[in-house]
């Protein structure tokens, strides 16, 4: 037997694998290091963004204006298919992917910046200038609502710095120990422990640990205050400065000069689960682009009309409360409802005739298309032969009895019947401008949809729900159905493969309004499929061929199934 093999010692026999194994806890030092490092970077480069947005907006923060660009360029069938699986949250989504992004690209840019810190500051900088173009890509942008973006950017860059300059220290003064192949690898393991030190207390026996420990400390730590308080108070100074809840809350809207009767008697069948005639603007579906909401005061809120016009006019908000207001009724839907969809309501508005404000600044020949502009850049184009043939066009300014929720387009919004939203209802509006399809088309034509939104009759089935239980007898179906502009006239529900059989329609409050509608089934027992279809004044019934909401809007009847025992 070979003698060297006979007197080697069990701990000299073990220490390859000893190192290997430190060698694997400091690289997985190293990453959480780097990790933590990233994470206070990209809370440094989001705070010092909300400080500088306080100055040029909310939707100028970096973390808004990427998702507002990634909006804008989603796809719209992909945005069909987020509203369609996520509804009115898929803004919140949209906010939480950025952040885990950003996340993912704030972990790596520390561990980077650790083995050399221009890599890492090389990706901060890109994210920054990812920020800087989405910022500046909205129409409504100036060049200021890059300034976020870039300070942020740049001070997570002196703060990256930092960090990794305190961590080097450490490392290099025995922070942690040179023996575990510390996380920064600044020095090789040595061959042979020192006598008596396990690898776990060797470093505290080093040259000033502790002053190298604190020093990064004290530096993640004021970092991570500083984040912490600077981004508090830029949300706390920011939600102040741009709320305008008090302003409106102040409007008064003046009785209309022509007030709509109460609604007739009978409108709203007293039947559980039915939606309520009106809805209630708190519960008023909301479909749009903006993360961020646009907050207008009222008292520096400007109407402008221009284009194909004899005389372009402005009109302050005081001056548009000056004008006849006419109240009205009216349905609006989204052109992502669904079959069956949430994503329509009842209201009653008040506002000023869109064709009168028209008419008032003298319309040209040759134009064809009206394009309302919202503050934050959205174009909605309607036909103007629409706007101007006797429909009920508003430029709402109330809903429901109080001034707009600013929501659903606080000071002014349009509203015309006949057409979906995209087409029709755009929120927080600034400008009217005469023009031609030919000349400009507007946002939601450029990305596909069609060029004409007419809304297409549409009918629900609100109770039964599906797969409810039912006991066998009388059994109430009840739901809704709109054709605005044109009126429902008749609604027919069928179970199973059985006849069409005629409802009972609630009384009418005209044509731009949804009706209500029941039909009295005496169920048997057994699984049933119920289906309903609308038919429009003119006596044609809606299409029964499926179709998605885009390009032109949903089609198909809804159909559910029940179980009755």
Known sequence: MNPSRATASPRQHGQPRHQ??????????????????????????LAAGE???????????????????????????????????????????????ILVLLAVIALLAGILALRRYPLGAA??????????????????????????????????????RLLVGTSHAAATTGAVSAIDGSPWELSAPPAVEPHGLSPETAGAALPGPAAGRRDFLLAAGGVAAGSAAVGFGANLIS?????????????????????????????????????????????????????????????????????????PIELSFADLLKRPLHEHDMTISCVSDPVGGPYVGNARWIGVSVPDLLHAAGLQSGADQLIARSAEGMTIGTPLESVLDGRNALLAVAMNGQALPIAHGFPARMLIPGFYGYASACKWVTELTVTTFAAQQAYWVRRGYAEIGTMKTQSRIDVPKPFA?????????????????????????????????????????????WRQWTYEWQATTGTHAIQVRAADDSGTYQSATRAEPYPSGASGYESLVVIVA
């Not at 000069?257 to 709203?268: D, K, R, S």
């Open 20 to 45: 290997r194994q430190h060698r694997l806890r400091a690289r997985t030092a190293r990453v959480g290091l780097g990790a933590l490092i990233g994470a206070l970077t990209a809370g440094v480069a």
């Open 123 to 160: 990706l901060v900088g890109l994210f920054g200038a990812i920020g800087v173009a989405a910022a500046v890509s909205p129409p409504d942008s100036t060049w200021t609502w890059a300034l976020p973006s870039v300070v942020g950017a740049l001070v997570a860059m002196a703060a990256l």
């Open 239 to 311: 939600d102040r400065r741009y709320d305008v809840a008090a302003e409106r809350a102040a409007v008064r809207i003046p009785r209309p000069t022509y007030p709509a009767p109460p609604a007739p008697a009978g409108v709203h069948p007293d039947i559980p689960g039915l939606s309520p005639f009106y809805t209630d603007n708190d519960v008023f579906y909301r479909v749009d682009t903006d993360l961020v909401l646009p907050e207008i005061d009222p008292n520096r809120w400007t109407l402008r009309i221009d284009g194909m016009v004899e005389h």
């Open 51 to 97: 400080a500088i947005a306080i100055f040029t907006g909310p939707a100028s923060a970096p973390v808004f204006a990427v998702g507002e660009a990634a909006v804008n360029l989603t796809p719209a069938p992909l945005k069909e298919w987020a509203i369609a699986h996520f509804g009115e949250h898929d803004k919140q989504l949209l906010i939480a992917g």
């Open 469 to 513: 239980h039912l006991n066998a007898g009388n059994v109430t179906v009840a739901g809704v159905a709109w054709a605005t502009d044109r009126g429902i006239a008749d609604v027919e529900v069928q179970i199973d493969d059985g006849p069409w059989r005629q409802a009972r329609l609630a009384a009418s409050d005209g044509p731009d309004t």
